[in-house]
């Protein structure tokens, strides 16, 4: 028999619950689970990615792993060794220590889910960028550095 006295409980997060941000360039992030919502085991976000935006250049992450799916569209993925396009239905695996970055090359929007694992706090970090670019203040390169260390991003160099 099982034991439905346990101390733990599902968590249901209807969606005009959940919390996102929007990019200076249209791109949005829809913090679908958060790692307070998922016991700090994972971070899940939808990426909204406007036609002909940028998402982000080469980088990695040195305690957490990130997992992208496509849902819609096609995303510019570098992979670790090179850019691929990725459409509906792709998934990548990046674990901890791998270079990875993703933009969108097309006309047309493109959506993607994001995981990390175990959850960091990335939250933070897109508001973080979308009050940047919302604000419109330009940061030197020694203050984009120290916002992504503070947030365990690490810019990769691409050959």
Do not use: C
Not at 8 to 26: D, I, L, S
Not at 44 to 53: D, G, H, N
Not at 64 to 74: H, L, N, P, Q, R
Not at 120 to 131: D, G, S, T, V
Request: glycine share 10%; aromatic share 12%; net charge negative.
């Amino acid at each position: 028999m099982t034991d439905l006295s346990h101390p733990a409980r599902a968590g249901f997060h209807p969606v005009h619950t959940t919390e996102g941000v929007t990019m200076a360039t249209g791109s949005t992030a829809r913090f679908v689970a958060p790692g307070a919502a998922t016991q700090g085991r994972f971070g899940l976000f939808e990426w909204v990615s406007a036609p002909r935006t940028g998402g982000t250049d080469a980088h990695l992450h040195k305690t957490f792993s990130e997992s992208f799916y496509v849902t819609a569209g096609a995303v510019t993925i570098y992979d670790g060794a090179r850019w691929v396009t990725a459409r509906s239905g792709d998934f990548l695996h990046v674990p901890e220590g791998v270079a990875h970055g993703f933009r969108n090359d097309t006309d047309e929007p493109a959506s993607m889910l994001v995981l990390f694992a175990p959850a960091p706090p990335r939250e933070e970090y897109f508001r973080e960028l979308a009050e940047i670019g919302a604000s419109g203040r330009t940061l030197s390169e020694g203050e984009w550095v120290e916002l992504w260390a503070r947030h365990d991003q690490y810019q990769v160099k691409l050959g």
